[in-house]
Protein backbone atom coordinates (compact mmCIF):
# COMPACT_ATOMS: atom_id res chain seq x y z
CA UNK A 1 0.00 0.00 0.00
CA UNK A 2 1.45 3.68 -0.63
CA UNK A 3 2.66 5.55 2.52
CA UNK A 4 0.27 8.23 1.43
CA UNK A 5 -3.09 5.82 1.96
CA UNK A 6 -5.11 5.53 4.84
CA UNK A 7 -7.09 2.80 4.12
CA UNK A 8 -8.22 0.51 1.25
CA UNK A 9 -11.59 0.79 0.09
CA UNK A 10 -11.83 -1.15 -2.87
CA UNK A 11 -9.48 -3.70 -4.66
CA UNK A 12 -8.53 -3.92 -7.96
CA UNK A 13 -10.42 -7.35 -8.00
CA UNK A 14 -13.39 -6.11 -6.41
CA UNK A 15 -13.55 -2.87 -8.76
CA UNK A 16 -13.20 -5.81 -11.79
CA UNK A 17 -16.00 -7.50 -10.88
CA UNK A 18 -17.89 -4.57 -10.09
CA UNK A 19 -17.03 -3.40 -13.69
CA UNK A 20 -18.79 -6.89 -14.90
CA UNK A 21 -22.10 -6.37 -12.80
CA UNK A 22 -22.41 -2.66 -14.18
CA UNK A 23 -21.51 -3.96 -18.03
CA UNK A 24 -24.02 -6.55 -17.16
CA UNK A 25 -27.15 -4.12 -16.34
CA UNK A 26 -25.59 -1.64 -19.40
CA UNK A 27 -26.17 -4.49 -21.99
CA UNK A 28 -29.33 -4.78 -20.58
CA UNK A 29 -30.44 -1.70 -21.06
CA UNK A 30 -28.90 -0.13 -24.67
CA UNK A 31 -28.95 -3.37 -26.34
CA UNK A 32 -30.99 -1.77 -28.87
CA UNK A 33 -29.74 1.83 -28.57
CA UNK A 34 -26.72 4.07 -30.66
CA UNK A 35 -24.38 3.49 -27.22
CA UNK A 36 -22.12 6.40 -26.72
CA UNK A 37 -19.94 5.99 -24.15
CA UNK A 38 -18.30 9.44 -22.80
CA UNK A 39 -15.10 9.43 -20.36
CA UNK A 40 -14.87 12.24 -18.36
CA UNK A 41 -11.18 13.08 -18.33
CA UNK A 42 -8.71 12.57 -16.13
CA UNK A 43 -10.32 10.78 -13.64
CA UNK A 44 -12.23 8.06 -15.47
CA UNK A 45 -9.55 6.82 -17.48
CA UNK A 46 -8.90 3.40 -15.46
CA UNK A 47 -12.56 2.84 -14.54
CA UNK A 48 -13.72 3.44 -18.40
CA UNK A 49 -11.09 0.98 -19.68
CA UNK A 50 -12.10 -1.63 -17.03
CA UNK A 51 -15.39 -0.80 -17.64
CA UNK A 52 -15.84 -1.56 -21.34
CA UNK A 53 -13.86 -4.20 -21.54
CA UNK A 54 -16.89 -6.50 -20.30
CA UNK A 55 -19.90 -4.41 -22.38
CA UNK A 56 -19.96 -6.77 -25.48
CA UNK A 57 -22.26 -4.22 -27.59
CA UNK A 58 -21.48 -1.83 -30.78
CA UNK A 59 -20.37 1.13 -28.36
CA UNK A 60 -18.46 4.44 -29.53
CA UNK A 61 -16.22 6.26 -27.37
CA UNK A 62 -15.35 10.22 -26.52
CA UNK A 63 -14.00 12.32 -23.61
CA UNK A 64 -14.30 15.89 -22.24
CA UNK A 65 -12.49 17.35 -20.09
CA UNK A 66 -14.18 19.37 -17.58
CA UNK A 67 -13.15 20.64 -14.08
CA UNK A 68 -14.70 21.67 -10.70
CA UNK A 69 -11.61 20.52 -8.31
CA UNK A 70 -8.65 22.15 -7.63
CA UNK A 71 -6.82 20.32 -4.89
CA UNK A 72 -9.64 19.30 -2.32
CA UNK A 73 -11.78 22.58 -2.85
CA UNK A 74 -14.89 22.52 -5.20
CA UNK A 75 -14.66 25.75 -7.70
CA UNK A 76 -16.18 26.85 -10.77
CA UNK A 77 -16.70 24.79 -14.47
CA UNK A 78 -14.25 24.67 -17.11
CA UNK A 79 -14.53 22.94 -20.16
CA UNK A 80 -11.06 22.03 -21.10
CA UNK A 81 -11.65 19.58 -23.90
CA UNK A 82 -15.21 19.34 -25.62
CA UNK A 83 -16.17 16.32 -27.69
CA UNK A 84 -15.20 15.47 -31.36
CA UNK A 85 -18.22 14.25 -32.28
CA UNK A 86 -22.18 15.64 -32.69
CA UNK A 87 -24.46 13.84 -29.86
CA UNK A 88 -27.54 14.53 -31.66
CA UNK A 89 -29.80 11.38 -31.51
CA UNK A 90 -26.90 9.64 -29.34
CA UNK A 91 -27.80 7.81 -26.04
CA UNK A 92 -24.71 8.90 -24.20
CA UNK A 93 -23.60 7.43 -20.83
CA UNK A 94 -21.65 9.26 -18.83
CA UNK A 95 -18.61 7.58 -17.65
CA UNK A 96 -17.30 9.29 -14.00
CA UNK A 97 -14.94 8.24 -11.42
CA UNK A 98 -16.75 9.51 -8.44
CA UNK A 99 -19.90 11.96 -8.09
CA UNK A 100 -19.68 14.17 -5.33
CA UNK A 101 -21.47 17.18 -5.22
CA UNK A 102 -23.15 16.51 -9.16
CA UNK A 103 -21.91 20.04 -10.16
CA UNK A 104 -19.61 18.39 -12.74
CA UNK A 105 -22.56 16.16 -14.13
CA UNK A 106 -25.13 18.37 -13.75
CA UNK A 107 -23.63 20.95 -15.95
CA UNK A 108 -22.37 18.49 -18.24
CA UNK A 109 -25.63 16.58 -18.56
CA UNK A 110 -27.71 19.19 -19.23
CA UNK A 111 -25.33 20.49 -21.93
CA UNK A 112 -25.74 17.48 -24.26
CA UNK A 113 -29.05 17.07 -23.62
CA UNK A 114 -29.44 21.33 -24.76
CA UNK A 115 -27.22 19.55 -27.76
CA UNK A 116 -29.89 16.98 -28.99
CA UNK A 117 -28.57 13.44 -27.11
CA UNK A 118 -31.75 10.95 -26.76
CA UNK A 119 -30.73 10.33 -23.95
CA UNK A 120 -28.16 10.96 -20.98
CA UNK A 121 -27.47 8.60 -18.04
CA UNK A 122 -24.33 8.11 -15.54
CA UNK A 123 -22.58 5.36 -14.74
CA UNK A 124 -20.09 6.12 -11.61
CA UNK A 125 -17.35 3.87 -10.26
CA UNK A 126 -17.92 5.89 -6.28
CA UNK A 127 -20.60 7.75 -5.18
CA UNK A 128 -20.25 10.10 -2.19
CA UNK A 129 -23.80 10.68 -1.70
CA UNK A 130 -23.15 13.04 1.44
CA UNK A 131 -21.13 15.01 -0.39
CA UNK A 132 -24.73 16.11 -2.94
CA UNK A 133 -25.47 19.67 -3.38
CA UNK A 134 -27.15 19.21 -7.35
CA UNK A 135 -30.32 16.71 -7.67
CA UNK A 136 -28.78 14.59 -9.42
CA UNK A 137 -28.28 10.49 -9.42
CA UNK A 138 -26.06 8.16 -11.89
CA UNK A 139 -28.11 5.36 -12.70
CA UNK A 140 -25.47 2.72 -12.37
CA UNK A 141 -23.19 2.96 -9.08
CA UNK A 142 -20.36 1.20 -8.68
CA UNK A 143 -19.71 1.96 -4.46
CA UNK A 144 -21.27 4.06 -2.12
CA UNK A 145 -18.66 5.58 -0.45
CA UNK A 146 -18.23 7.89 2.80
CA UNK A 147 -17.37 11.48 2.95
CA UNK A 148 -13.55 11.22 2.95
CA UNK A 149 -10.93 12.17 -0.14
CA UNK A 150 -10.15 9.32 -1.79
CA UNK A 151 -7.64 8.42 -4.89
CA UNK A 152 -6.53 5.99 -7.07
CA UNK A 153 -8.22 3.94 -9.71
CA UNK A 154 -8.04 7.39 -11.93
CA UNK A 155 -8.46 9.94 -8.59
CA UNK A 156 -6.29 12.38 -8.11
CA UNK A 157 -4.52 14.36 -5.57
CA UNK A 158 -2.61 17.27 -7.19
CA UNK A 159 -2.41 14.75 -10.35
CA UNK A 160 -0.92 12.47 -8.00
CA UNK A 161 -2.50 8.54 -7.12
CA UNK A 162 -4.63 8.10 -10.35
CA UNK A 163 -2.04 5.10 -11.09
CA UNK A 164 -2.71 3.11 -7.79
CA UNK A 165 -4.73 -0.13 -8.88
CA UNK A 166 -7.10 0.03 -6.37
CA UNK A 167 -9.33 2.98 -4.42
CA UNK A 168 -7.83 4.43 -0.98
CA UNK A 169 -8.50 7.04 1.72
CA UNK A 170 -5.79 9.80 1.39
CA UNK A 171 -4.30 10.20 4.59
CA UNK A 172 -5.53 13.58 6.07
CA UNK A 173 -1.60 14.97 6.24
CA UNK A 174 -1.21 15.19 2.45
CA UNK A 175 -4.16 17.42 1.78
CA UNK A 176 -4.47 19.81 5.56
P1 LIG B 1 -18.58 17.02 -8.34
O1 LIG B 1 -18.81 18.01 -9.45
O2 LIG B 1 -18.49 17.70 -7.00
O3 LIG B 1 -19.56 15.89 -8.32
O4 LIG B 1 -17.11 16.52 -8.51
C1 LIG B 1 -16.72 15.42 -9.22
C2 LIG B 1 -15.23 15.51 -9.46
O5 LIG B 1 -14.56 15.97 -8.28
C3 LIG B 1 -14.63 14.15 -9.75
O6 LIG B 1 -14.57 13.89 -11.11
C4 LIG B 1 -13.25 14.27 -9.13
O7 LIG B 1 -12.36 14.80 -10.08
C5 LIG B 1 -13.39 15.27 -8.01
N1 LIG B 1 -13.50 14.61 -6.68
C6 LIG B 1 -14.55 14.61 -5.84
N2 LIG B 1 -14.29 13.91 -4.73
C7 LIG B 1 -13.03 13.45 -4.86
C8 LIG B 1 -12.18 12.63 -4.04
O8 LIG B 1 -12.53 12.16 -2.94
N3 LIG B 1 -10.93 12.36 -4.54
C9 LIG B 1 -10.49 12.84 -5.74
N4 LIG B 1 -11.27 13.59 -6.54
C10 LIG B 1 -12.51 13.91 -6.11
Do not use: W
Not at 9 to 31: G, P, R, V, W
Not at 116 to 145: N, Q
Amino acid sequence: MHRNVKEILYTQEEITQKCKELAKQIMNDYHDKNLLMVGLLKGSVPFLAELSKFVNLDVTFDYMDVSSYEGVESKAITIKKDLDQEVKGKDILLVEDILDTGKTLTTVKAMLLERGAASVEIVTMLDKKEGRTYPIEAKYVGFDIPNAFVVGFGLDFDEKYRNLPYVGILKEECYL
